[in-house]
């Protein structure tokens, strides 16, 4: 009687598969009103214009957004893990709950975003202008905050851990009840420094 090796068989299949869905996702945005929910894992967006797009729940993991232009676009509970958003316009972005995990976000204007709610774990946010942007409750554990520009930025309960803020404009910050380095919740003064 033969036997079969059927595990690396399903293995190959199922690869297979997620390359074919990924590589052949509608990566068409003509339709600006038809881009709420839309699934664009991995799509090609660079310098895209998407000034004010209701992106809302939309799938772009992987994507390329660099230099996007993203004002005012509703990315509320959007994916973009994985997603290069790097130098792309989020001036007012509605970002609250979107899944920003590894997204790289450097060089990125962000000047009054909404990102309430939002998982920033593990992004870069070198050189990113978050002036004004409010990041209440936002988790950014992991997160590389160097040169960043959080003038006025709203970073009530956000957690903070494993986060160096050396280097970092503050002032005028609210970083009360924020979770710092090791883990201690209180309020910190304009340089983070716990008070």
Sequence with gaps: MKT????????????SLSVFNTAHADCNINDKSALKGKDLTGCDLQNADLYRTNLYRANLEGANLSEANLEGANLGGAVLS???LSNADLDYADLRGANLVHANLERADLWGANLEGANLVHADLRDADLSGADLKRADLRGTNLRGANLVGADLWKANLEGVSLQGVSLEGANLTYAT???????????????L
């Design 82 to 84: 994985n997603a290069d």
């Design 180 to 194: 710092w380095v090791d883990g201690r919740t209180c309020r910190y003064d304009s340089i983070g420094k716990c």
């Design 4 to 15: 079969f090796k059927i595990y690396p068989l399903i293995i190959v299949l199922f690869f």
